[in-house]
């Protein structure tokens, strides 16, 4: 079995622009208080995340409202650059599990989008901190979030090849959320 870790390093992680980088301080140590204490300050839609459907719209669900299996179970990785067709999309759904993990500088188009928002998936992943181009993002996120499909966003796939796995990518559960972050990884054969 393969563990592969694809989530990025959450203080030197991407963000998206205009957000804060993570931060951290720490509030006590083993040097003077017997205890290492930290707290930390960042966007739930910094580095590795989930995005809620409240994101978008606004009576959506908030990520403590979506059942866990869908960020749990079986997934298909493939590799795209570009902005993603429909035509592309329609193939690659054909033998596609339920979660579509897409590796490499990719956008879907809205086309592509929309034969998502018809097929099984329940999950879209990539490697971008957005599923939707960086200029007008809103766009995908509607019609991916109004069908009931998570994009999970900011993943790490270089040493990931295209293929079959099991993901697990659980989001915290932050009640009334719009998105959390999440530790990310592949099991392989």
């Not at 500088?105 to 957005?130: F, N, P, T, Y």
């Not at 796995?165 to 959320?177: D, H, N, R, T, V």
Request: one cysteine or more; hydrophobic letters at 40%; charged letters at 20%.
């Amino acid at each position: 079995m393969q563990i592969i870790d694809i989530s990025q390093e959450v203080f030197s992680c991407r963000v998206w622009p205009g957000d804060r980088a993570p931060s951290f301080v720490k509030t006590s140590s083993i040097e003077t208080d017997y205890v290492n204490v930290t707290n930390i300050s960042m966007c739930v839609h910094n580095g590795t995340h989930v995005d809620a459907p409240c994101h978008f719209i606004a009576d959506g669900k908030s990520i403590d409202e979506i059942p866990a299996d869908v960020f749990l179970g079986d997934c298909t990785v493939v590799e795209y650059t570009g902005l993603m067709d429909e035509t592309y999309v329609s193939r690659i759904l054909e033998d596609c599990c339920e979660r579509l993990i897409i590796k490499g500088a990719c956008q879907l188009s809205e086309d592509a989008a929309r034969i998502i928002e018809r097929s099984h998936v329940k999950l879209v992943g990539v490697e971008s901190q957005s599923v939707g181009p960086s200029d007008a993002p809103m766009a995908i996120h509607l019609i991916l979030l109004g069908a009931g499909i998570i994009p999970l966003e900011g993943l790490n796939l270089t040493y990931v090849a295209p293929g079959e796995y099991m993901l697990f990518a659980i989001p915290l559960k932050l009640k009334g959320s719009d998105g959390s972050p999440v530790r990310a990884v592949l099991i392989g054969q």
